[in-house]
């Protein structure tokens, strides 16, 4: 059978999983892989390739970085490769001139369960909604974002305590699988796509700014529980404690110790400080905190940051 002739887009850590996974693939040949420009980076701001960008090059790919993606060099080039498909993982918005290219055409791999979270970080809001289920779609694009006709989808459960670097991690490696498998079905001819038809509980997932991590604007044990997952360990959920100072607190890691959350919500949400430990609790709830950010010091086992930290009391989360 004829190798899949494909060129590759896509520019972070999640997609390039996804093109390692293509380039060991005894079936498709990656002629080619857009990303985005070098940009400075780190503290003494050197210009640095892409997380795909290096990886390609370390497959020895051909590597393309357009500043524009309508540049007519730049279409002329991508011509060149005379790929069978387009394969998109964590990429920008593509004109039509470039996704109708191909002959079998573009698809995207995304991670949520289209319709459901369409969006820049849709793994993010599952967790901090609380989703016990997610799973990555791989759909054809067109000129909306995210609305394309799905090709396939895997589904993956979301553990009650699992944090945003696993459910990454394993969506990621899930991603990578999808896209080989899709591929292989496109060039077979097996897959038909389904039009995307969201219904009313189909949810959004919009970029995370700051304001998604900050604790004090919850009002349940349960979200502020899902909202530390949902930010660990990036950018890290955080509230205000006048002992602080003007700087905020981060928390990690929290677990659900009783299963007993409070549906009372007109408890206060308190912040235990014991030699035990750290909890947060509400009524009957309680959240176990297992590390700790400081204002100016590093993540910390809670634990080992009590025993340098005289400060223990019950103290309001105030918003």
């Known amino acids: 059978m004829k190798k899949a002739r494909i060129v590759f887009f896509g520019t972070p850590e999640f997609a390039s999983t996804a093109l390692l996974a293509l380039a060991a693939d005894a079936r498709t040949d990656v002629a080619a892989v857009v990303t985005a420009p070098d940009k400075p980076a780190g503290r003494g701001l050197q210009v640095k390739a892409s997380h795909v960008g290096q990886t390609a090059e370390d497959l020895g790919i051909p590597v393309l970085k357009p500043e524009k993606l309508r540049d007519s060099g730049f279409l002329a080039d991508l011509a060149q490769y005379d790929a069978d498909l387009f394969v998109v993982v964590a990429f920008r918005m593509l004109p039509e001139a470039i996704w109708a290219m191909p002959p079998k055409g573009t698809f995207n791999v995304h991670a949520s369960l289209l319709p459901d979270y ?26 909306r974002i995210d609305e394309g006709e799905i090709l396939r989808q895997e589904k993956l459960e979301i553990g009650p305590n699992e944090a945003l670097a696993s459910v990454y991690e394993r969506l990621m490696h899930a991603g990578a699988a999808l896209a080989v498998e899709t591929i292989h079905g496109l ?6 796509s389904q039009p995307q038809i969201p219904g009313p509980q189909a949810r959004l997932a919009p970029k995370i700014y700051p304001p998604f991590g900050h604790l004090e604007l919850l009002k349940t044990l349960p979200s502020i529980h899902h909202r530390i997952r949902a930010c660990d360990p990036f950018p890290g959920a955080s509230f205000h404690m006048e002992e602080a100072g003007k700087e905020r607190i981060k928390l990690f890691q929290s677990e659900i110790i009783n299963d007993c959350i409070s549906t009372d919500y007109t408890h206060s949400i308190e912040l235990i400080i014991s030699d035990e430990g750290m909890q947060l609790t509400q009524g009957e709830g309680v959240l176990q905190i297992h590390e700790i950010q400081w204002p100016g010091k590093r993540k910390m086992d809670t634990k080992a940051f009590l025993r340098g930290f005289r400060l223990r009391g019950k103290f309001a989360l105030k918003r």
């Open 118 to 143: 369409r969006g820049a970080a849709p793994i993010q809001w599952s967790i901090a909604n609380g989703d016990t289920v997610t799973g990555v779609t791989t759909f054809l694009l067109n000129d």
């Open 187 to 192: 060039m077979e001819g097996k897959w038909v």
